[in-house]
């Protein structure tokens, strides 16, 4: 696509998206203080972390890659019955709106586009978290129920700020990270059509990716 294209397209985007009142930088800071409100809600109650509780963060970050490469190779990228809404927002939709040749944000009204939106904060906590903490707490114990959810939110902390920082600008300090040029590298690749259904679903740290023989990586 043209730049003329893109161009349009997110003029209709917004139009068809992004009402008049929406501000990318408020959209941010939402998701940022509710998750480190929860973050910090979890740290206060904790209280004499048996050794073996610790393993509980491991393997919920663990899991929270496998799911994130999961979601992505498949139903962000394979049309599937009953989930056909979040194929067209992904495949459809935010790949048009962000391309291998356009990665970067014009202005904060692109957010949009990359952050999910403030609802799905009520799903995550509310129909995720909550249950399975319930379910942790009754079985195991208050410390593990606590450094699941911790671990969790932390997690979609990290993907939401990381994807965020792929898409901003070349020139910002973020983007000149060693770590994250690497990284957006790697999503970058990603965004390139003929690539996209096959190669680097990892939004965050590629683990998934290698695991299972879908990292793509291009000679410098």
């Known amino acids: 696509m043209t730049k003329a294209k893109i161009d349009q397209y997110r003029k209709d985007y917004h139009l068809k998206y992004a009402s008049r009142f929406y501000n990318g930088w408020a959209h941010l800071s939402l998701t940022v203080l509710t998750c480190l409100a929860v973050l910090t809600g979890?740290?206060?109650?904790?209280?004499d972390i048996m050794p073996l509780e610790w393993l509980v963060v491991p393997v919920t970050l663990f899991y929270a890659n496998l799911v994130e490469y999961l979601g992505h190779k498949g139903p962000m990228h394979k049309k599937t019955r009953f989930l056909e809404e979040i194929f067209l927002r992904h495949a459809q939709e935010h790949h048009s709106f962000f391309t291998r040749e356009y990665t970067t944000f014009d202005n904060s009204r692109d957010f949009k586009a990359v952050l999910f939106p403030?609802?799905?904060?009520?799903?995550?906590?509310?129909?995720?978290?909550?249950?399975?903490?319930?379910?942790?707490?009754?079985?195991?114990?208050?410390?593990?129920?606590y450094l699941f959810v911790f671990s969790a939110v932390a997690y979609f902390l990290n993907y939401e700020?990381?994807?965020?920082?792929?898409?901003?600008d070349e020139d910002n300090w973020a983007a000149k990270l060693p770590f994250m040029a690497s990284l957006r590298r790697h999503h970058t690749i990603h965004h390139d059509r003929e690539l996209?259904?096959?190669?680097?679903?990892?939004?965050?740290?590629?683990?998934?990716?290698?695991?299972?023989?879908t990292l793509y990586k291009e000679e410098n």
Do not use: E, K, Q
Request: with cysteine.
């Open 42 to 47: 979890c740290v206060v109650m904790l209280n």
């Open 118 to 145: 403030p609802v799905m904060l009520l799903f995550f906590f509310g129909f995720f978290a909550t249950p399975v903490w319930v379910i942790i707490h009754y079985t195991l114990s208050d410390n593990v129920a």
């Open 161 to 168: 700020i990381m994807h965020f920082l792929y898409h901003v």
């Open 196 to 213: 996209m259904s096959r190669y680097n679903f990892n939004i965050t740290y590629p683990l998934c990716d290698w695991l299972f023989g």
